[in-house]
């Protein structure tokens, strides 16, 4: 395998997978928002056909927005590890969980929080901002912050839930491939 290289390609050059696994929807208008606020600061990883590996969600942000041209890192992988590595980049990314008494910490040093709005809901950032300003009002207590960090880990954690709820895994009945669909989208066929 050689090194990566990174290459400016025009945007229509490159490719969603057909076959993505994930549901990105839900996740444009909060790319959108970072790119624009922040800039485009992660580059799409692309196999050597300009075929998305990494990156489907910022590609659809990058096109909304207008863009022309974007740095793209071009993997020199073998055709099985890219399919691989698709999987293995998203399911790594569901890992990782919040630690709620540091990001407490760490949304304490912000003068504004409005920036953040877009990325949370707006009853998150409500609920914070409460709860901010009664810490602020008062000697802060670590069973006050273990308190609202359980709260809001446990509301994550039934909002990821339900999330889960809304799809299903099914596999076609002549070649056994497994895929991805809303519930609602097969139920509304077998009525039809």
Not at 130 to 150: F, R, T
Request: glycine residues 2%; aromatic residues 8%.
């Amino acid at each position: 395998m050689n090194k990566p290289k990174v290459e400016l390609l025009p945007i229509e050059l490159i490719k969603p997978y057909w076959r993505n696994p994930r549901n990105i929807e839900k996740a444009v208008e909060g790319v959108k928002t970072s790119i624009q606020q922040y800039g485009y600061n992660q580059f799409i990883l692309v196999d050597k056909e300009y075929v998305i590996i990494a990156g489907h969600v910022r590609h659809r942000a990058l096109m909304e927005l207008g863009y022309k041209e974007i740095e793209c890192i071009i993997a020199d992988l073998p055709p099985d590890k890219v399919k691989e590595y698709r999987i293995i980049d998203n399911k790594t990314a569901e890992l990782s969980t919040w630690n709620y008494d540091e990001l407490m910490e760490e949304m304490k040093t912000f003068s504004d929080i409005s920036s953040l709005t877009p990325f949370f809901p707006k009853e998150e950032i409500d609920k914070f901002v409460k709860d901010m300003n009664l810490q602020l009002n008062k000697d802060i207590k670590q069973d006050d912050i273990n308190d609202i960090s359980l709260k809001l880990n446990n509301e994550m954690v039934d909002n990821n839930n339900n999330d889960q709820k809304e799809y299903i895994e099914l596999a076609c009945p002549k070649c056994l491939e497994k895929f991805i669909v809303k519930r609602s989208d097969v139920l509304s066929k077998w009525s039809e």
